[in-house]
Structure formats: structure tokens, C-alpha cells
């Protein structure tokens, strides 16, 4: 993920701050920026927030949701719209992600609803025969959420939802370059019945940041974003609890007895859907010798038929990347993965913030573009002689999300899924794939906590026992 999340100035901030297109840079809206000394402020407003949002019932927390999943729903083209000036992504795709924010406001509700704890069998215990009791699901109180700008209405509503359904308030510090769609769904949220104090966006920088996620009061840190941003979380958070996705680095292995069209078509939309600024999109192509040249080909065919530009146009395929800065960060990594021997076999063409859909072979695997996340639209190929040599290839990366693995065989893709370290196995899918339901996080190095809906809800709650002497 960017490094986006924390504004390292500690200049005197501007009273708003515009927010512009990444496609043409025009002004798209603006926000109210948080003072560096309101920290307290916002937290005081956060611990009336947690107490109003802890006596709402279970059915008015699902109300609350289902409520705005529904309004949403109706206006959903505005949001979609939102999304586009924002964020970039095509018209096409941000459809895409409204209706998954619904879904995922939806399934919140759902989980407020039913999930209330369980009976304990104390009895089945020798010694425990006169007791009975259960445990409930208890809010941890202000969880502090900070969310990147590549899902700007998603990736908050699966903070904002599940924290909603457990009870708790949430401060919500929204991307600096994505902060529109966030303030919508928080108004729409208010005008569905939330206490205005249980849900506070903060826009400002890193002296306003620290104070509140280093406040005694906040509980839980739940944070999408970069690494040494996520690190510098973990310093001055204190002790809580931390969720953090910190990006990813997505193999899919192609074996040889795969349906190499299919195979082409989700591996082609996993790489440059979102302009590839997806944290479990595809990024390295791993496919076997026999079948490595029908699987080139065939993919550089169907890259060739993608479009790429305005954001806007119904046609087109990948809209820009977020920022010039982005793009330039991408670009140099590029340069020096194909001056160390890499092949480029499509793209790396500009226009403006566009980078037209990009594949190359042969990247060294010592190269910055191989180690690390690339979050633009690049692919690299290499092609493996063994499965063993495929595994060993795609666990090298020292963080991982999502892989995925093509074949028709069961037993070796059961075989792969055992062994890929990856917090996902997408078998005859692409690395992208994920249900709003699902439990989503990372393996290996800076693998802390679950998202998901029914799984962030159990994050942002306790349980609390109750047992009664007969």
C-alpha cells in the first residue's frame, strides 16, 4: 500500500484543503482540515460517542446500517461519480464498488443482529455442575480507523460497518487524496439514525494523528496502508489492538495442465483492474515451461484490447493512477528493473497520470519492481520447470495477501494451498478475488488481525462472561 496515510508536515495547516481529479487535476471538492491541537477535542467527542453508540440496540444498530446500505443503494450513481473524481477509477469499476459497500454495510447489519455471544456449557465441567452462563460481545469503546485511497468508499465502510454493529465510535482519518466518498457515507450514516458523536472524520496532519491514536482512550488502531507508516503506528500506539492490512505482493502460478484462456482472462483483469492499485492484484505470473508461450501470447492479446484514459468513458479499461508522484515512484522503479536485464513485451507508455497496461519478463528478482509492491499496472512473467520451484518462487516475498494457482488438478491445488504462505489461495481465480465476507489479511511479516465483516466485528469486540451460581 502508498505511504499515503500520515501528512509528515507539521507547517500550520490551511483552513480546507482541495481535493482534485488525479485523470486532468481539476478541483473535484474540499475538506475542513483538523487542527494540530484538536486531537483532545476529537477525542472527548469520541468518549460521548462510545457511550451513546454502546446503548444503541442490537436492532437499531442494524437499522442504522440497513439504512444506509439502502440509501446508497438509491443514490448510487452519485457515489459512483464521487468515487471516479476522486480516486480515478473508471466509471465501470466504481459501479463495482458501491454495490460491494452495500453489501458490506448489509452484512454489518447482519452481524449486529445475531451475534451476541453464546451459551457456555459450564455443567459439561466436573466441579462447574451448579453453574450456568454465557458470554456476551462487548464494544471495545473509540476505534481509530485510517483508510487508503484505492477503495475510498469500501475499504471505510469495512472499518466503519463492523465497528458500528459491535457498538463503538470511530474516528475516521480518510486518505488526504480520497477523503469525498468518505464523508459521504458518514452522512449518510448520521441521516440513518448514528449519534453524530460515534462516527468523527479528522482530515489534517501527523501532531493531530499521533494524539489520537496514541490516546489512552482509543482502544483500537485499524489502519490500511503502507509499512513504515503501519511501524510508525505500532510505536505510538500504546498497548491495543492493531489491525493492519499492509499490502501485498500477489504470485499466481499457471501449471500445465491449465485452461489457458480462462487462466488469461482473470489473470489480465487481476493485474490492471483499479489501474493495479490493488493491494491483492496480480503483480508476478508464474507459468509453467510447456504452456509459457501460448500463455505470453495469449496475454498480450488481450492486454493490446484494453483501454486506457479518461476515467469517465464507459470504454475504457484502466484510468489513471493516483497521483503524479505515484506514477513517477512506479516509473523509477521500472527504469531500473529494465536496465538490470528485464524485457518489456507491452506498455510502459505515458499520457498525463495514465499508465498504459505494462508486462515485462525476465525482472531480476533482487529488483526493487519483483521485492516490492508495485500498486500500478505492471505484470512480470517467469516462467518454472517444477511445482517445487513455482512454490519455492512465490513465497520468497517476505509479506503476503493473496495468491493464486491455475490447474485441473484437485490434488495439486490442494497441495498449493497448503503450501503457499499467502493469507488467501484463490484456486482457478486470480489473486484478486475477494468476498466482502470472507476473512482478509495478510501471512507472514506485518500480518496483524482480520478484516471481513463477521471477522473485523470480532476484532473490535470482547467477550464478557457471565456466570451464575445456582
Not at 341 to 364: C, F, Y
Amino acid at each position: 500500500m502508498p505511504e499515503s496515510m500520515l501528512c509528515s508536515t507539521e507547517t500550520p495547516l490551511p483552513q480546507f484543503r482541495d481535493v482534485t481529479s488525479p485523470y486532468d487535476g481539476r478541483v473535484v471538492g474540499a475538506v475542513s482540515l483538523t487542527g494540530a491541537t484538536a486531537g483532545n477535542a476529537v477525542i472527548e467527542t469520541a468518549r460521548v460517542g462510545a457511550r451513546k453508540a454502546r446503548a444503541l440496540a442490537r436492532a437499531a444498530r442494524g437499522k442504522i446500517l440497513d439504512g444506509a446500505a439502502t440509501e446508497i443503494e438509491q443514490r448510487s450513481e452519485e457515489f459512483a461519480l464521487t468515487i471516479v473524481s476522486e480516486a480515478g477509477k473508471t466509471i465501470r469499476q466504481a459501479r463495482k464498488e458501491v454495490l460491494r459497500a452495500v453489501n458490506t454495510l448489509r452484512l454489518s447489519a447482519a452481524e449486529a443482529r445475531r451475534n451476541a455471544g453464546e451459551v457456555i456449557p459450564f455443567d459439561s465441567y466436573e466441579g462447574s455442575e451448579d453453574r450456568t452462563g454465557w458470554y456476551s460481545r462487548e464494544p471495545l469503546g473509540i476505534i481509530a480507523a485510517i483508510t487508503p485511497f484505492n477503495d475510498p468508499l469500501n475499504l471505510v465502510a469495512h472499518k466503519i460497518g463492523p465497528a458500528i454493529a459491535g457498538g463503538n465510535a470511530v474516528i475516521l482519518k480518510p486518505s488526504a487524496l480520497t477523503p469525498l466518498s468518505a464523508q459521504l457515507l458518514a452522512d449518510v450514516l448520521v441521516s440513518s439514525g448514528l449519534p453524530p458523536e460515534a462516527l468523527t472524520l479528522v482530515h489534517g496532519g501527523r501532531e493531530m494523528a499521533e494524539t489520537i491514536i496514541g490516546s489512552r482512550d482509543v482502544r483500537m488502531v485499524s489502519f490500511t496502508g503502507g509499512f513504515s507508516t503501519g511501524e510508525s503506528i505500532a510505536r505510538t500506539a500504546g498497548l491495543k489492538k492493531l489491525s493492519m492490512d499492509l499490502g501485498g505482493n500477489a504470485p499466481v502460478i499457471v501449471l500445465d495442465d491449465a485452461d489457458i484462456e480462462d487462466a488469461v482472462e482473470s489473470c489480465v483483469s487481476g493485474a490492471f483492474w483499479a489501474a493495479g492499485q490493488n493491494c491483492v492484484g496480480v503483480q508476478r505470473i508464474l507459468v509453467a515451461a510447456p504452456v509459457y508461450g501460448a500463455f505470453r501470447r495469449h496475454f498480450l492479446e488481450a492486454t493490446a484490447r484494453l483501454v486506457a484514459g479518461d476515467p469517465l468513458d464507459e470504454r475504457t479499461d484502466v484510468g489513471p493512477m493516483i497521483s503524479q508522484a505515484a506514477l513517477q515512484e512506479l516509473q523509477t522503479k521500472l527504469d531500473e528493473a529494465l536496465g538490470a536485464g528485464a524485457v518489456l513485451l507491452a506498455g510502459n507508455v505515458t499520457d498525463g497520470s495514465v499508465l498504459h497496461p505494462t508486462v515485462l519478463e525476465g525482472v531480476p528478482t533482487d529488483s526493487r519492481l519483483w521485492r516490492e509492491e508495485v500498486f500500478g499496472p505492471v505484470v512480470m512473467f517467469r516462467q518454472f520447470s517444477t511445482f517445487e520451484e513455482a512454490i519455492e518462487v512465490a513465497n520468497a516475498i517476505e509479506f503476503s495477501l493473496h495468491a493464486g494457482i491455475f490447474t485441473d488438478s484437485l490434488a495439486r491445488a490442494m497441495d498449493a494451498a497448503q503450501q503457499l504462505e499467502a493469507g488467501g489461495v484463490m484456486i482457478n481465480d486470480s489473486s484478486d478475488y475477494r468476498f466482502d465476507g470472507m476473512p482478509f489479511g495478510g501471512a507472514k511479516y506485518g500480518s496483524m488481525g482480520r478484516e471481513g465483516v463477521h471477522f473485523a466485528y470480532e476484532e473490535m469486540t470482547q467477550p464478557k462472561v457471565i456466570c451464575i451460581r445456582n
